[in-house]
């Protein structure tokens, strides 16, 4: 029987069902398999009834019903899952084939399995899918990357199924080489994690700070989702304050311990590696890290004594100063995002398209916005900036949002309400908008007890001193290195 399916997919959970069902919409036809078979049966006779889509029960039915070259994508558990997959399946496969990982890889086995197909002579192709279920089912945002030739081969069926722009755009080009595509998506999940964690904080600010209920506070989101912080996020967030059961909102019902899938966790790592302060998305991870200690919260909150909680001021003048604090922090979230980013792609020679980036988040994905036009717009102008924060829009709308932002975290500060993400949000903008940084004083005590060596103002950079601070120390110097 000759091969007539378009593309296999292997792994059955509920974003290989949507991607199966969106290809299937736009006329390709999808050979699925699953390791349970009974899951495979399920979602023929009962999603995917009535589909051009077909099943396979094994990688070798799969992989013979698959027309030359093959595509095949991978929607399995991130990590060793995708090694056991690749393990069995690329010996049935014929050079040229394409694997596509769709999962939430890490980028640095993306790297790792790029290399080790293109050895066998297939094409490996990592790539970011955001957008959740509801993304995934109509047009997610895709970021692909990986063997460079496999993108004229997997191009149709990636932008066929992505989300659109208004002008038809599809939010689905190619990010770069190897990783490229894993560690993009990365980036959105870490900037993922801010935003969260910004209008969460938000909600504290609004619920204890000014004691508002949920309609209230939904109305407030809903109005803010009108403006410039039109957003996929700010749109929920005021379903979700709304939503009742039994006539009481649901919310308040809700644990406040948060859950953490790795990927936030990544961002900061990545960014230690690089030496590229990603502070906010760092507090956002700690921040979900302390919601976990509910026991011990709970014990400390009968102990430990502080400020009631209540914002004094003038309701809407406290909204207002939120609605800048909450842009501004935004602002600085993607900055530092897009700074990872470059410094990453500049280490592994990726050449990120930096305003491509922005517009493969304009649509389908979590984090899509409103505001990402104006970054990609900013990164048009100026391929070669090194941070959007001193683009002309970004740089008006802090100065304009500062005042306004400055007085929310202190008011939170004085009532006892955490918003560590405004806050480091807005140390990193005080440093970076500083000429000189007291690190002045940590090199002299780093040379004082280690004698590991200062550079001088008024030499050239590069060239290092150290001091006998003591008289008794003697000339000898540490080795002058950053780890």
């Not at 394409?98 to 980028?107: L, P």
């Not at 790539?127 to 030739?149: D, F, K, L, Y």
């Not at 957003?231 to 909102?249: F, H, K, N």
Request: glycine share 12%.
């Amino acid at each position: 029987m000759p091969a007539t399916g378009d593309i296999g997919l292997i792994g059955l959970a509920v974003m290989g069902q949507n991607l199966a069902l969106n290809m299937a919409d736009h006329g390709f036809r999808v050979v699925a398999h699953n390791r349970t078979p009974a899951t495979t049966a399920a979602f023929l006779a009962g999603p995917a009834a009535g589909t051009t889509i077909t099943g396979a029960d094994s990688f070798a039915e799969l992989v013979a019903a698959v027309r030359r070259p093959r595509r095949i994508l991978l929607m399995v558990k991130a990590g060793p899952p995708v090694d056991d997959v690749i393990d069995h399946l690329a010996p049935l496969l014929d050079p040229g084939d394409v694997v596509i990982d769709g999962g939430n890889s890490h980028y640095t086995d993306t790297i790792r399995r790029t290399a080790a197909l293109e050895a066998r002579g297939l094409l490996f192709v990592g790539t970011g899918v955001s957008g959740g279920e509801e993304g995934a089912r109509h047009g997610p945002s895709i970021m692909p990357g990986g063997s460079a030739a496999a993108w004229p081969l997997v191009r149709d069926v990636l932008q066929a199924i992505a989300a659109r722009v208004a002008d038809g755009t599809p939010c689905c080009d190619w990010v770069g080489s190897d990783g490229a595509g894993h560690f993009v998506k990365m980036v959105h999940n870490g900037i993922e994690y801010g935003d969260i964690q910004l209008l969460a904080e938000a909600y504290q600010v609004m619920r204890v700070g000014l004691g508002m209920d949920h309609d209230e506070m939904a109305a407030v989101f809903a109005e803010w989702n009108r403006g410039r912080l039109e957003s996929y996020l700010v749109e929920i967030t005021a379903a979700v304050m709304r939503y009742r059961v039994d006539g009481e909102p649901l919310l308040p019902q809700i644990l406040d311990a948060a859950g953490q899938k790795g990927t936030g966790r990544w961002t900061v790592e990545s960014a230690l590696e690089e030496g590229v302060p990603v502070t906010l998305v760092s507090e956002a991870v700690f921040a979900r890290a302390i919601s976990a200690l509910v026991t011990a919260r709970v014990e400390a909150a009968g102990v430990l004594g502080g400020p009631s909680g209540r914002i004094v001021g003038e309701r809407a003048a406290v909204l207002a100063d939120l609605e800048q604090a909450l842009y501004a922090s935004k602002i600085i979230s993607y900055t530092q995002g897009f700074m990872l980013a470059r410094a990453a792609s500049v280490e592994r020679a990726w050449d990120l398209d930096y305003g491509g980036i922005a517009l493969l988040w304009r649509e389908g994905c979590i984090i899509r916005a409103a505001f990402l036009d104006k970054i990609r717009d900013a990164f048009r102008a100026d391929p070669g900036m090194t941070t959007m924060l001193l683009a002309p829009y970004f740089s008006e709308a802090v100065a304009a949002a500062q005042d306004g932002w400055r007085r929310t975290v202190a008011a939170a500060v004085l009532a006892g309400i955490p918003v560590p993400a405004y806050s480091s949000a807005l140390g990193f903008f005080d440093a970076y908008r500083s000429a000189r940084l007291p690190a002045n004083l940590i090199q002299a005590l780093r040379d004082y007890f280690g004698a590991h060596t200062y550079e001088r103002v008024d030499r050239p950079r590069g060239e290092f001193f150290h001091t006998d601070w003591t008289g008794h120390g003697g000339d000898v110097s540490a080795g002058t290195y950053n780890a």
